[in-house]
């Protein structure tokens, strides 16, 4: 197309130039003491209100692999023989006395023992059961596990809400949210929080709400994506149909120019960041595509990954991961929805595990050989772990203790940390709370979590809440 | 175009300032270099910095304060009963907390290093300044009844209206600022349109108010607007987010629940400008109300609006905590603006609201009758109680076809002399049964069979898995042609049985009959028919007869010894099964017959509970079909003359059932029961509140609901908020809401017209819509904010009077456009030298672009609808799995707060637009700018069939192109088109129209894009261009404007 469009679109952008505006982050910034102008003219992007960060950060960005549906600690990654010893044996009233139970609310509980064999992996012995193969003997060396996890909730949309969010009431943001506050993203065409999610063919198809990746009281901004396996990848990317990449650049353009008309003639800084946004989705419509086409890597890395993509598997998306990290996505999220147990934990376990296996391993090697390991932050775990009581042949929800573990981004390699009782039931040693594990996360991120707050009805809210959280220092590298 | 990052707001430039604030984002901001002031007043100045930065430690609450020092009270800050001071009035340099504040000492200094909070220069100079000038103490203004300036008589419409504006001008000239001149009448007539009902003007619109000249124009207009049915719309949307209206549940599987009827009661509640105290009192309590009407039965479904669980494995109890706490942040939030909420678990921070507050004010709504666990509401969708709401045409429906229905039952009841006479015919065609009484019963699992007067054994005791239950007998009329087993409901019995099983279900596997004569062998009775009046067809996927059927109980266990006769669906009843005999069976001498009922289905405790065994010797065939029922057949056994008074009106009724004469209004009873049954079946449902005796109200320490140690607490009101000693009765949801509309309470008029204030320029007076608490933002017109309140309490709490009032100011007409200087003085707008320019609501998005494409249907109320929706956007929901389907027809266009309201997966059009979940009480959107936002308006199927209906409407307009194109600005933003964006637009429509007539194919695609049927009359290609000019203008920034 040529003039006039062109040349009112030119001339706008040239008179308006970078010095483009918004309230939001005019606010934002004016909240943080901090004059906007302390935004380097060369650096227009986004880059939180933590400028400088707390302290030197050691990661990037994160990777949270979250098994949803709430793996079993007893077959993955927490070996308890004692509780193979007792099998069929009532469970001892003084460990289950006034706890918290599910669905075996008022049932006989009954000690049930693992249902798989452990083995020591690698120079460090990580002791990880069978059923990961690849994970055990690729990377074990690199994870650092902890097996003294705790939680609030027993069910599973609560307690992703807290994993989350901090809280188990809904309307607070996601760690991804708040890291998109904070931080800001380092890249300027496609989302700093992504969201992906596997379903796969063994546990209960639990529900994920979207509230999991809501900026809840932070601006709408900062909200998670969810990238999708099928149609649209990111909804309304898409061009309407008969409309080419041209006729939309058509389109685009006019819009911009004649909102450029406006913005000579009112001067609303609104109006250029809404100009830049129509750039950012225009931008999106293409890099969204480019980033989902996986066709161009080469053959070993489909090998590694087990998946030439495109499937909606927890591989693929574990590519996908890798992509979007290394084009600067700051906090990428992928949810696969296969522990929910309850029945067949031996068979469902191996089933699940064999489907997160190689993706895993795939990943943590693939960063590994990009030297992106050491400012990528993995974080593999559930909501919540499962019973060492029968439910049937499988196992019910369980929050008084379970396994995460982490890897890369300036955790301790091939270390473990935390132990549960004899039984597997009760976190009895290095305790570890969901918002310490937050409160770790922001430290390797260069934030001080008791620093880094919002005031939201009155509080200074936090990730980490408003009981004390601590950094897990032994975790640290 | 380089210069935004992801989602990113750009601001490099200091004087980029705007009145576009996103509320949420605003109460962040404190301008850090403004002067400090002649005369330091605490609330303003001092009690924001002090509960920022000390309460956490030095405020109320009592568990976490150091150093036994208070700060939020006079008594802490000046010292009491001999305790020193932390202020020496008149001395700063004396006084502790200033010290303190400045000192260098890291023991010393406060706040403490790690609390991670610094007191700003400033804070410091306006402490200091606030002692030396005597160090004046406050209570929290919010708390403290209206200013008494505010609190005056009612005032006249104008005089109201001119006390506004002189109370925004003494604001200016404080500041030395002038108000801006009055916008045009074309963004006057729009702004009052978007924020009274939510519409953009019609170009009649426009025009009709150009030409009216006269000086009573504008209030015209509001005063049509007032009266719009949509004005109702406009504040339904505002009032649902704070009142957490949804269609789903939220929890887990996120399941539909039906609430509809209450968003039309919001609705027409504005519009009928309901006294806003009566509006209160009937969401907390209409089903407290005397003899309640359907309407404030509906209004009471506010209570049940609240989150809910069908998830399995849910604690009863702990949910019955989160639900019951919600609702005191819920009403707290929505009527009082305060935090009582964050005393759950300890003592309020910064508000002096206790725990014991908070579970008192819980305790309100311990009557409420709900679940904490919907076991099998995700099947069912019964989420506890719930009214029908037809509307008037349903009714009159309903009651025509009950009038045919008693007409038919009438004639159904009626006995006549023919009816008896053909009653004694049939009588003589019945077959007679004799019951049996055995001489021995036996179990083989040693289950108590009790043989009861009647002829029926009752099985009790022990309920084993599988059994054989055995019954011998010596005496049997001579002939028997059939065998009836009659299963019958008792009591004692799961369900009331007939079966053992938990369900009321039993399974019988085998029916044998065996003669064992005196001498020689057991001989089987062969049986050759069984019938039953119900087989079971649940739960039958593998069963081989394909249902429980009768005939597996006599088919010698061919297809496997569990399966048998069962009645799962029809448990609680009587049944029946007839065994007809292959030969005629008459006893020996000395013979015994047998009969074994043997249940062995492997699903455990499937026996039968209740039963009682006949035989018959009437010529075959002998089949259920044929038989009375067990209690009929019974009294026809007794000779006519010997029966009672009721037995001979029992039989004649049954008989009335099956007369031949009867038949045909029989079958006009069935025809019209079902057409009620299905009319019935189309009327909404709506959830109420029902009030039973109030659970116990404990305070649970930390907001464990585990711990049962807490003390029990009654309902009663925060008492920093009221004086009055606590009642002999016990208080209820209808003292909570006369005492929150009580002309005293300083919080609830004060929220409602700051609330008002930021629908109608963008911020509140008191920026914090959701805290006027200690946190909360000092009003920057407290006069003004309390005489509104006054004014609207005075008036009887009238909405539409306080929404008139500050529209018709001059405030409020002023222009919205900003200048340079005035960005530098007042970046806020905070005095108001201008109107706010902001983007309209994520509904009004919708409603716009469907309004000028001339596609929205103006229907008001109805249930919820569904909008295009992108496929497998709720693929994670589960429980059950669904697929949305779009709406059909006018379900298409309707407004958008009319959309479906699913809270796990909002439709992505609205939460683009930061149309909240409604999990909890929402009192401020925030208004974000995203390039999600950019993606829904350019490729969200209902904004290109907008853009294509919208050129068709060009297209239809007579005129050249240029015509064409002034027609659709005046459409879209009510002004004429400028030369400069005709020509860009001229030019975009060549280059597509070219483009287009060259690919017709891509023409039909994007024109067949929505329901709406591809017009014939046009050509393709040229509407494709115009579809093209079309988005383009829809996705203007100044078309989602209200400024």
Redesign the interface.
Known sequence: ?T???DV?RRSF?QTT???????????????E?R???A?S?TG????GVLQPMHHTPKAKRVIWLYMAGGMTHLETFDHKPKLAELHGQAMPESITK?Q????L?GQKLNCFGPQHAFKQWGQSGQSISEIWPLLGSKCADEMCIVRSLHTDA?????AHTFMNTGS????RPAMGSWL?YGL??E??????FVVM?S?GKFG????????QW?SG?L?????G?EF?G???P???????????SK??R???D??Q???G??QQR?????????????????R??SSVPELMDVSKEPEHIFDLYGTKGGDGSFASNCLLARRLAERGVRFIQLYH?DWDHHGAVKEHSAGTAKEVDQGVAALITDLKQRDMLKDTIIVFGSEFGRTPMAQGNGR??HLAGFTMWFAGGGFKPGMSYGATDEFGYHAVENRVSVHDVHATLLHLLGI?H??F???F???DSRLTG?ETANVVKELLA | MRCSGWFTVVCLNAVCLTSMIPGMVLGQGTAKNLPIPETIEFNRDIRPLLSDNCFQCHGPDKNKREAELRLDTEAGLKGHDGKPGTIVPGKPEESELIRRIISTDPDKKMPPAASGKTVSPRDIELLKKWVAQGGRFEGHWAFLPLHKDAAVAVANEQAAVSKVDELVARGLAEQNLKAAPEADKVTLLRRIHFDLIGLPPSEKDVAAFLQDQSPGAYEKQVDRLLQSPHFGERLAMWWLDLVRYADTVGYHGDQEMSVAPFRQYVIESFNANKRFDQFTAEQLAGDLMPNPTREQRIASGYNRLGMMSAEGGVQDKEYLAKYIAERVRNASGTWLGVTIGCAECHDHKFDPFTTKDFYRFEAFFADIQERGLYSGAHADGSWGPNIKVPTQQQETQLAALDAQIASLKQKLETATPELAAAQAEWEKTQIPWTVLKPDSIASVEGVTLTARPDGTILASGKNPATDTYTLAIKQLPPGVTAFRLEVLPDPSLPQKGPGRAGNGNFVLSEFIATIKPSVGDDRPVAISTATASYEQTGAAGDNPYKKWAIAAAIDGDAKGKKWGWAVMEKVGQPHVAIFETASDLTLENGDTLTIALQQNLDNPQHTIGLFRLSATTAPRPVKVTDAAPPNISAILAIAPPQRSEPQLKEVAAYFRTIAPSLQQSRNELAAVEKSRKDLDATIPTTLVTAAVAPRMVRILRRGNWMDESGEAVTPAFPAVLSAAAAPETRLTRLDLAKWIVARDNPLTGRVFANRMWKLYFGTGLSRKLDDLGAQGDWPSHPVLLDYLAAQFMESGWDVKRLVKTIVMTKAYRQSSLMNPALRDVDPYNRWLARQGRFRLDAELVRDNAMSISGLLVTQVGGKSVRPYQPPGYWAYLNFPQREWQNGVGDELYRRGLYTHWQRQYLHPSLLAFDAPCREECTADRPRSNTPLQSLVLLNDPSYVEAARAFAELILHHEGSTQQKLNFAYLRAVSRPIEPAESQLLEKLLETHLKDYQADPAAANELLKIGARPTPTDLPAATLAAWTSVARTILNLHEVITRN
Do not use: C
Not at chain 1, 219 to 223: L, R, V
């Open positions: 197309m003039l006039p469009i009112a952008l130039g970078i010095s483009l505006g918004s309230m939001a982050l005019q606010s934002l910034l004016a909240r003491g004059a906007a102008e935004v003219p227009p992007k986004w880059q006034g918290q139970i599910a669905q609310q027993i069910n599973h949309d609560p188990m009431i809904a309307g998109q800001g993203s890249s300027d065409s496609l989302p700093g999610v379903t209960q198809k639990q529900p994920i709400a979207a509230r809501h009281f601006p709408g901004e900062f909200q994506v999708r099928t149609g649209d990111v909804l309304y990317v898409g061009n309407p149909k008969g409309v080419t006729r939309q058509d389109v685009v006019a819009i120019s004649l909102n008309l406006a009112l001067e609303d800084p609104e109006i250029a960041t809404r100009v830049s946004q129509y750039e950012l989705a225009f999106m419509q929805r019910d929800h001080d008791n620093r707050s919002y005031k009805q009155g509080l408003v």
